[in-house]
Every structure is written in structure tokens, then in C-alpha cells.
């Protein structure tokens, strides 16, 4: 049994993590959060300590990990706010604890290279939680492109809209140098899974980027993508909004579309299982997605008459 202390307890990804946990027969000890409006934590682990400012959470960890008479932390999980997790991961390794974080991992990519400097420097390691690499039906694709001509250029058209509230452009979330805007706050996963299956990226195009969309263009080495995200529910298909459903995504490969909602949500017990195991995803494979999006909020608008654009785009 592993030891655990979370960080970001009051968080909506935070149950994941608190289920991952139990599901995986291990032990939350100490938990943080700014907020108070934790009681989630008694469905999974009621005598967990909890504090709400990290310098009494940082104290704790520090005498935990040095009292042979107390549990002592073997992994931090991180589900605080993106712009946070660099310093709690280094909060992790200078604690002698291995890392969990949730995406995006860093905001920039050469956050990577200093994090990689910190793990030869402490002997832990941190692993990023990239679950829908885990998911069946993306391992499915994987192999099959894997298997077929290396030559070959595969047309993707990519669409992730996901209703978001008011609340959402007055929380961290809407602060483009908090959250790194929206290609990165909801954008990675999917970003991840088309370089971790189609290759390298070698072009990178931005047709739109405003708060509640973005859109843009991917020139990968074996497929070319257009792409669209967006918080606003205006953006659903008509199907989606009669079924009362808040959230599509479709994923169109050569016309073919491929259907990986459900299942989506629980991947994090076998992203957990593959961590405790000696496997997971560390920082070089959180790399290339952080590389994408961190060019996205950089990018100067591109002429979208010049590339493929997504159909959601043609009507604007």
C-alpha cells in the first residue's frame, strides 16, 4: 500500500483521483485546497488531514517525511490549477515524493527541461495523467495505423465542444496565463493522442482563438487536421442539444468517424495502475502535447484561405 497527499482536494477532476486511489487499494494521508468545500473526500477517505494553506500542508509533508514514527508520503497527486502545477510538482520531488499531475503538465515546454534537471537532482520521477492514450479504442487506432503504410496521409477533422457556464471566464480557467487559454485547458488530451498516433507536428496554423473557441490547422507527418474547440453550447449539433446533451466530440478520420465518448472519464484508475506498476507517462511524453498548445497561444492568426478549415469554421 502507497501513501498518498493530493493537492487541489475542492477541484472537479479531484474525485478521479480520490477514486483512482482507493480503486488502486492505497491510502490518501493528507489533502490541500484553498477552499473548504472538500466533503467529497468522506465517500473515500474520511480521516485523511486537510489544510487550506500550503505552507502548514508543506510543513506537515516535510514532518511526515521525517519522522520514522509517521505514514511518509510515497506520491503527490496534483489537481490544482494548470499555472500551479509546476511548483507543486517541485513541492513533490523536493519532498522526496514522486509526482502525479494532471494535464497540462506545465505550460511550456521548456518547463519540461528544468523538471527534468529536478528528477536526476531528487532520483523521483513525475508522470503526467495522459489517459485517453489508455483508452481501447485509441490503442485500437494506434495499432492499425501503426500496421499500415507509413507513407500514407490520413484526412482528420477534429471537433470538441463542451457547454461551459458564466463561471467559467471569471474562474482561473478563462485566464489565458492561468489555464494557457483554451486549447490547452481542454485541448491537450485530444492535441496529445494525434501526435502520439499520426507523428511529429510540422505545421502549426491558428485560424481563430477567442475565449470561447479556437480553431485551427495541424500539418502531422502522416495526417493533415483541422480542428475546432469551444465552451459555447451554440456550437452543438442540433441532436446533441435536443438529447440534452452538453458535451460532443467527434473525431473524423477519412470520413470515418470514430466514436470514443464513452469511456472517456474512466481512464484515471488504469492511469494510476500503470504508474504503481513502474509504467506511466513521464515528462517526455507530456512534451510534444504541451509543444502544440503552447504554439497555439502564441501564434500569430494565419490566413484561413490558404489551409483546410473546419466545417464549424466555414460558416463564420
Given at each position: ?6 493537492i487541489?482536494l ?9 477514486k483512482a ?6 491510502q ?5 485546497d484553498k477552499?473548504d ?8 477517505f ?6 487550506t494553506?500550503p ?7 516535510y514532518?511526515?517525511q521525517?519522522?520514522?514514527a509517521?505514514?511518509t ?18 513541492m ?7 509526482a502525479?499531475?494532471e494535464?497540462?503538465l506545465?505550460l511550456?515546454?521548456?518547463?519540461i527541461?528544468a ?6 537532482e531528487?532520483?523521483k ?19 492499425k495505423i501503426?500496421?499500415?503504410n507509413?507513407?500514407k ?12 457556464g458564466n463561471?467559467?471566464k ?22 496529445d493522442?494525434?501526435?502520439?498516433i499520426?507523428g511529429?507536428?510540422?505545421?502549426n ?5 477567442q ?15 483541422k480542428?475546432?474547440?469551444?465552451i ?5 449539433p442540433q ?6 446533451q452538453?458535451?460532443?466530440r467527434?473525431l473524423?478520420?477519412d ?10 472519464e ?9 504508474i ?18 503552447q ?14 478549415i ?5 460558416k463564420?
Amino acid at each position: 500500500m502507497y501513501n498518498f497527499a493530493l493537492i487541489g482536494l475542492a477541484g472537479y477532476i479531484a474525485p478521479r483521483h480520490l477514486k483512482a486511489i482507493k480503486e488502486t487499494d492505497n491510502q490518501l494521508i493528507v489533502a490541500l485546497d484553498k477552499t473548504d468545500s472538500v466533503g467529497i473526500v468522506d465517500r473515500f477517505f474520511p480521516k485523511a488531514d486537510f489544510f487550506t494553506e500550503p505552507e502548514r500542508f508543506e510543513r506537515y509533508i516535510y514532518k511526515l517525511q521525517h519522522s520514522s514514527a509517521l505514514p511518509t508520503i510515497d506520491y503527490m497527486s496534483i489537481c490544482s490549477p494548470n499555472y500551479l502545477h509546476d511548483a507543486h510538482i517541485r513541492m513533490a520531488l523536493r519532498n522526496n515524493a514522486f509526482a502525479i499531475c494532471e494535464k497540462p503538465l506545465v505550460l511550456n515546454p521548456w518547463n519540461i527541461d528544468a523538471l527534468q534537471d529536478l528528477e536526476q537532482e531528487t532520483g523521483k520521477k513525475i508522470f503526467n495523467i495522459l489517459q485517453l492514450r489508455l483508452h481501447p479504442t485509441i490503442q485500437e487506432l494506434k495499432k492499425k495505423i501503426d500496421s499500415q503504410n507509413t507513407d500514407k496521409q490520413y484526412d482528420i477533422e477534429l471537433t470538441y465542444i463542451t457547454g461551459r457556464g458564466n463561471w467559467y471566464k471569471y474562474s482561473w480557467k478563462g485566464d489565458d496565463a492561468k489555464s494557457g487559454g483554451l486549447s490547452t485547458n481542454i485541448g491537450i488530451h485530444l492535441f496529445d493522442i494525434l501526435q502520439y498516433i499520426f507523428g511529429a507536428v510540422e505545421e502549426n496554423v491558428t485560424f481563430f482563438r477567442q475565449p470561447s473557441f479556437a480553431s485551427g490547422f495541424f500539418k502531422l507527418k502522416n495526417a493533415s487536421v483541422k480542428w475546432f474547440l469551444s465552451i459555447d453550447e451554440r456550437f452543438l449539433p442540433q441532436e446533441s442539444r435536443q438529447n440534452g446533451q452538453t458535451t460532443f466530440r467527434s473525431l473524423s478520420i477519412d470520413g470515418q468517424k470514430l466514436d470514443f465518448t464513452l469511456g472517456f472519464e474512466d481512464l484515471h484508475t488504469e492511469s494510476y495502475k500503470q504508474i504503481l506498476s513502474g509504467n506511466g507517462f513521464g515528462l517526455q511524453e507530456a512534451k510534444a502535447g504541451i509543444e502544440i498548445v503552447q504554439q497555439i497561444r502564441n501564434a500569430t492568426l494565419s490566413n484561413r484561405a490558404t489551409y483546410p478549415i473546419h466545417p464549424l469554421v466555414e460558416k463564420m
